[in-house]
C-alpha cells in the first residue's frame, strides 16, 4: 500500500493507495473516524458496482449507516440542486457526530464535502474516489463545491477530509472515456511541475490506460505526492496551489458553454485547456513550437480531444467562451488569472494577458 500523507495544521490525513480498499473500507475507516453513524452519499452509476462491498465492510466493521443515491453527472452538482439534498440528508436527523462517506468520481466528493462543510456548520467526511481523475485531484486537497450558472464550483467551501481510499481496483468498472478524463488531470502534473514525469507517461501511457497495477499506482501516488505537497504549503490557494488550475481556466469555460452536460467531460475539457494555455505561453514566446507540438502529440495519441472543434454542440463563439472566463472564481480587480508555461514542468500564473491573444488562441483551436 502507498501511504501519502496530507500534511496541514490540524487538519492532516492520509491517502491509501492500493487495490482491494472497498472491502477493507470499515476497519480502515474505524481507527480515524472511531464508531460514528456514517451517511454513504453515491451516484447511481457508482452504487451498481460498488456500493454492496462497501456496505458490507461497514456492516464487518459495526458501523450504523444509511445511503444517499444521487444521479450520475455534472447536473448533480447544481446550486439549484443543493437544496434538495440537504432537505434529504437533514431528515435522516444528522447530528454533530455523524460522518459522511462520499463514494464516487468528482462530482460525488465535491457535493459530499460540500454537504459535510455547510449542514450542521461541519461534519467529518471520509473521500473513496472511484475515478481516475478524483483517486489523483479532486478527493485530495479539501475543495468542495457547487456549479452556479454563472460559473463552475463558484459556491464551496475548504473543508479537508479525514481519509482518502483510493482504491486502484475501482477503476476497473470506468468506461474508457472516463480513464481518459482522468489521464488529462495526471498529463496536468507533468507540465505544471515535474517534466520527468511528463516523460515518464510518454513511457507509460498505454500500461496506465490498460489499468497495469505497477505504472498505475505509481502514477496515482506520484499525483497524490505532488498535490499534497502543494495543499500543504499553499491549502487555501493563496499562491503555489494556483498551479494545480493549468487547462482549467479554458476548460471551465468550455464547460460551462456546453452546460456541463455528457457532451464534455471535466478531464476532456481540462485537456483542451491545456493546449490552450500551451498555445497561448507559446504566443508570450514562452514556449517554443516543439514542446508544443509535443504536449499536443502525447494528449493526442491517447485518444483525448486538444480542440474545441472536436466538442459536440460546435462551434462555439469565441467571445462568448471569454465571458464564461470572466466570471471564474480567480478573476481578480476585473483580471483573469492564467496558469502558463515556461516550457514542459515549469508553470507560472499570469494576470496580464492581451485578450486579442486569447481570442486568437480559441479560434485558432476551432472557435468562431
Keep these: 500500500m ?5 500534511t496541514l495544521d490540524g487538519r ?15 476497519a480502515l475507516i474505524r481507527p480515524v473516524l472511531g464508531p460514528r453513524r456514517l451517511i454513504v452519499l453515491t451516484d447511481e ?59 464516487g468520481g468528482g462530482v460525488v466528493g465535491d457535493l459530499t464535502g460540500f454537504a459535510a462543510a455547510t449542514l450542521l456548520r461541519g461534519l467529518d467526511f471520509v473521500q473513496i474516489p472511484t475515478t481516475l481523475l478524483a483517486q489523483i485531484d479532486s478527493s485530495v486537497g479539501g475543495k ?3 456549479n452556479a450558472r454563472r460559473g463552475k464550483n463558484l ?18 468498472s470506468l468506461p474508457r472515456r472516463e480513464w481518459l478524463a482522468g489521464y488529462g488531470e495526471m498529463v496536468k502534473y507533468g507540465l505544471l511541475g515535474d517534466a520527468g514525469f511528463f516523460d515518464r507517461l510518454e513511457r507509460d501511457a498505454a500500461d ?46 468550455l464547460e460551462a458553454e456546453t452546460g456541463y452536460g455528457p457532451d464534455l467531460l471535466h478531464g476532456e475539457a481540462v485537456a483542451i485547456g491545456m493546449m490552450l494555455a500551451a498555445d497561448l505561453s507559446r504566443r508570450l514566446g514562452l514556449v517554443n513550437d516543439a514542446e508544443f507540438a509535443r504536449i499536443g ?3 493526442t495519441a491517447t485518444g483525448l480531444k486538444t480542440r474545441i472543434d472536436q466538442v459536440p454542440g460546435g462551434p462555439f463563439p469565441a467571445d462568448r467562451l471569454i465571458a464564461h472566463m470572466a ?21 507560472f500564473q499570469r494576470r496580464d494577458v492581451p485578450a486579442d491573444l486569447v481570442r486568437d488562441c480559441f479560434i485558432a483551436a476551432g472557435a468562431i
Excluded at 492532516?12 to 470499515?26: C, H, K, Q, T
Excluded at 459556491?155 to 476497473?172: E, I, K, Y
Design 297 to 299: 502529440r502525447h494528449l
Design 155 to 172: 459556491v464551496g467551501a475548504f473543508h479537508q477530509p479525514r481519509l482518502v481510499l483510493a482504491d486502484l481496483d475501482t477503476l476497473a
Design 45 to 103: 452509476n457508482v452504487a451498481r458496482h460498488h456500493l454492496a462491498s462497501l456496505q458490507a465492510s461497514l456492516t464487518a466493521a459495526d458501523y450504523r449507516f444509511e445511503t444517499v443515491v444521487v444521479p450520475p453527472g455534472e447536473q448533480a452538482k447544481d446550486l439549484h440542486r443543493f437544496p434538495d439534498l440537504a432537505e434529504r440528508l437533514l431528515a435522516l436527523g444528522l447530528e454533530r457526530g455523524t460522518a459522511f462517506v462520499a463514494l
Design 208 to 253: 496506465i490506460l490498460a489499468g497495469l497495477p505497477g505504472p498505475l499506482g505509481d502514477a496515482v501516488a506520484h499525483c497524490c505526492r505532488m498535490k499534497a505537497e502543494i495543499v500543504g504549503e499553499d491549502e487555501r490557494e493563496a499562491g503555489r496551489r494556483a498551479l494545480l488550475n493549468l487547462g482549467h481556466t479554458f476548460g471551465h469555460a
Design 327 to 347: 466570471h471564474d472564481k480567480k478573476v481578480a480587480d476585473g483580471q483573469i488569472a492564467f496558469v502558463l508555461m515556461r516550457g514542459i514542468g515549469d508553470s
Design 144 to 146: 468542495t463545491g457547487v
Design 12 to 26: 492532516s490525513y492520509d491517502i491509501l493507495i492500493e487495490g482491494g480498499l472497498l472491502a477493507r473500507a470499515g
Design 2 to 6: 502507498s501511504i501519502v500523507p496530507v
